[in-house]
């Protein structure tokens, strides 16, 4: 199994906060060296280690955050 490398390029926020420490970030994050994308998950306190999570590239965004707008 290979490495896996990240940056967190920009932390945008909090969606939630768990009693064990760990949080549920949005935040824009470069994998492997590539460009940053959006990316859901949630990170230890010290952003060591990582649940798996969901990435989104800037299209797929725009398609949630529309249709996102009808629903809330």
């Known amino acids: 199994m290979s490495d896996i490398s990240f940056e967190i390029k920009e932390k945008i926020g909090v969606l939630a906060e768990h009693t064990t420490g760990w949080t549920k970030e949005l935040n824009l994050v470069a994998w492997n060296g590539g460009n940053a994308?959006?990316?859901?998950?949630?990170?230890?306190?010290?952003?060591?280690?990582?649940?798996?999570?969901?990435?989104?590239?800037?299209?797929?965004?725009?398609?949630?955050?529309?249709?996102?707008?009808?629903?809330?």
């Open 37 to 72: 994308k959006w990316d859901i998950r949630e990170w230890n306190p010290q952003h060591t280690s990582m649940s798996r999570g969901l990435t989104l590239n800037d299209d797929e965004m725009k398609n949630l955050l529309t249709l996102m707008k009808g629903r809330i």
